[in-house]
């Protein structure tokens, strides 16, 4: 199958009533068209449709609303005449292979008759689903850039179908290349500006420029979140008009979520922006503990970064913070004193707490992990069980991954956790041991599909080192079980 399956039905006098709630809450709807079989169509509580024919429902995907017919406000509830089209769209394996072929996606649309051959937008594509403020074209060319797994397809739907983008489309384009680019990166570090200096990703902003106005807030927040993730920093014109535009906004029509991106994108961007900041910060501080930890994290991160000083703010991660930093990853638990040290401020209430956590974690994880392999011998982690409105999922893989990113730290975030602590003269000697300890274990990496152990120092940068033992040393703590550990050390030989 292509990206979009168009069922067509004739309909002729049918008359269409609602007959009860099947499983799972939805409610059914059944047409009776005389001299054709039964149709079900499946609305779930989110207000999205599919359609069946004859009692046997297909394993559609990215289901959307069915599109009304001929039927007016005043013939509502009576019954339905003329022809009725149904398009559901969805994207395929075979989308993303054809890519590479322009025009692919501009068929697409056509078969789904939302384009005619002239090019020109159909009444069915400029109808607008309510529910989903947008047009039906406009969901179609979403789906187009949201269900995918390579960067080269969102780049290949903005070349076919360019001109038919709108607001929320610009978005989503942004967003979804943010975040396969960062993924992309991490093997491939020039594939950032292969994609800065892309045509379509021109294109994309020079539309932008049109559309920045009439953008939701989510969808400004998506788009600055995108912008970031690829790291341009030269287009800071548009950054400047998305940040007036949330100037203009009310922050409670953004999500805790969005604010923490809007803030941390700033600081990504090197834009500083002070009123957009503590416009965000203060709604941010009216919802703090509706805060995940990772945007709390991220929100004092910038700060720092950025130097930012809002005191309101800064006390009001402190204080929701402390009490929850069991549901910290090791990372997000490390980068969250960091910025601390780097304002100068240095929350008593949150330094004791995070060290009794660290040492916790360290400790549990000597006793009972002898590789990473036996992570998953380790109890569930406590972030897991903070997780609200989410189901648990009992995927091996995924668990073993979250106790890694919970009980794992990496170097630089050792590092982090030892620089905070020295620069604001504060000694736990229990925490100075176990981290002592940690730098001189060995951790199992994986290396060409192979399963290596090495001594985590081997995994540490040349600056990353440097600054551990400048805390070591500011706390005035001899490391005498660490210095021997030091002499093979990659990064320190000459």
């Given at each position: 199958?292509g990206l979009e ?7 002729h006098g049918?008359l ?7 499983s ?15 149709i079900?169509?499946h ?17 559609w ?17 009576k019954e339905?005449?003329?022809?009725k ?9 075979d ?8 025009g ?27 529910r ?11 789906k ?5 797994k ?10 076919d ?21 960062r ?6 570090p020039?594939?950032?500006s292969?994609?800065l ?25 998506n788009?600055?979140w995108g ?10 014109g ?6 007036s535009?949330?100037?203009e906004i009310?922050?409670?029509e ?14 990504t ?5 002070p009123d ?5 910060l203060a709604?941010a ?28 703010f ?16 090791s ?12 304002l100068?401020?240095?929350p008593?209430g ?6 009794e ?5 360290l ?15 380790l ?20 668990i073993?991954?979250?106790q ?32 002592e300890?940690?730098?001189?274990s060995?951790?199992?990496i994986?290396?060409d ?8 120092l081997e ?6 080192l ?5 805390a ?8 005498a079980r660490?210095l021997?550990?030091?002499?093979h050390?990659?990064?320190l030989?000459?």
């Amino acid at each position: 199958m292509g990206l979009e399956t168009a069922l067509r039905v004739e309909v002729h006098g049918g008359l269409m009533r609602r007959s009860g709630r099947g499983s799972a809450g939805t409610v059914r709807n059944r047409v009776r068209a005389p001299g054709s079989t039964i149709i079900a169509l499946h609305g779930s509580q989110r207000g999205i449709t599919n359609l069946y024919v004859g009692g046997r429902e297909p394993q559609w995907e990215n289901r959307f609303p069915n599109l009304s017919t001929n039927a007016t406000d005043e013939s509502r509830g009576k019954e339905t005449r003329g022809e009725k089209e149904v398009s559901i769209l969805r994207m395929s394996a075979d989308d993303e292979k054809l890519a590479l072929n322009a025009g692919h996606f501009l068929t697409r649309l056509k078969e789904a008759g939302l384009v005619d051959e002239s090019g020109g937008v159909t009444g069915q594509g400029e109808q607008f689903i309510e529910r989903m403020n947008a047009t039906y074209i406009h969901l179609a060319i979403n789906k187009m850039l949201s269900m995918n797994k390579r960067y080269q397809t969102v780049l290949a739907v903005v070349r076919d179908v360019g001109e038919y983008i709108g607001a929320v489309n610009l978005a989503t384009a942004m967003h979804r290349l943010g975040r396969l680019v960062r993924s992309a990166k991490a093997n491939n570090p020039r594939v950032v500006s292969k994609v800065l200096t892309h045509p379509q990703y021109r294109k994309l902003l020079s539309k932008a420029e049109d559309f920045i106005d009439t953008m939701e807030p989510r969808a400004l927040a998506n788009f600055l979140w995108g912008m970031a993730a690829l790291g341009d920093q030269e287009n800071t014109g548009i950054v400047l008009r998305v940040g007036s535009r949330l100037m203009e906004i009310d922050p409670t029509e953004l999500k805790t979520q969005e604010i923490s991106n809007v803030v941390w994108s700033l600081a990504t961007l090197e834009m500083h922006m002070p009123d957009l900041m503590n416009r965000m910060l203060a709604a941010a501080c009216d919802r703090i503990d509706d805060c995940v930890p990772q945007a709390l994290s991220n929100m004092i991160w910038a700060c720092a970064t950025l130097r930012h000083h809002n005191s309101r703010f800064i006390d009001a991660v402190a204080d929701s913070a402390a009490p929850r930093l069991d549901s910290f990853q090791s990372q997000t638990l490390a980068n969250t004193l960091w910025a601390y040290s780097v304002l100068g401020i240095y929350p008593s209430g949150l330094f004791n707490v995070a060290a009794e956590e660290i040492v916790d974690r360290l400790t549990l994880k000597e006793k009972s992990v002898a590789s990473l392999k036996a992570y998953k011998h380790l109890k569930k982690p406590r972030m897991m069980q903070h997780r609200k409105n989410s189901k648990p999922k009992q995927n091996p893989k995924f668990i073993e991954r979250e106790q890694r990113a919970y009980y794992e730290f990496r170097g630089q975030e050792i590092s982090n956790v030892l620089i905070a602590y020295a620069r604001g003269c504060i000694i736990h000697p229990q925490l100075l041991e176990c981290l002592e300890a940690e730098l001189c274990s060995s951790v199992t990496i994986e290396s060409d599909g192979n399963q290596v152990q090495v001594d985590r120092l081997e995994l540490f940068t040349s600056q990353a080192l440097t600054n551990t033992l400048w805390a070591f040393a500011t706390l005035r703590w001899y490391p005498a079980r660490l210095l021997p550990c030091l002499a093979h050390v990659p990064c320190l030989e000459f």
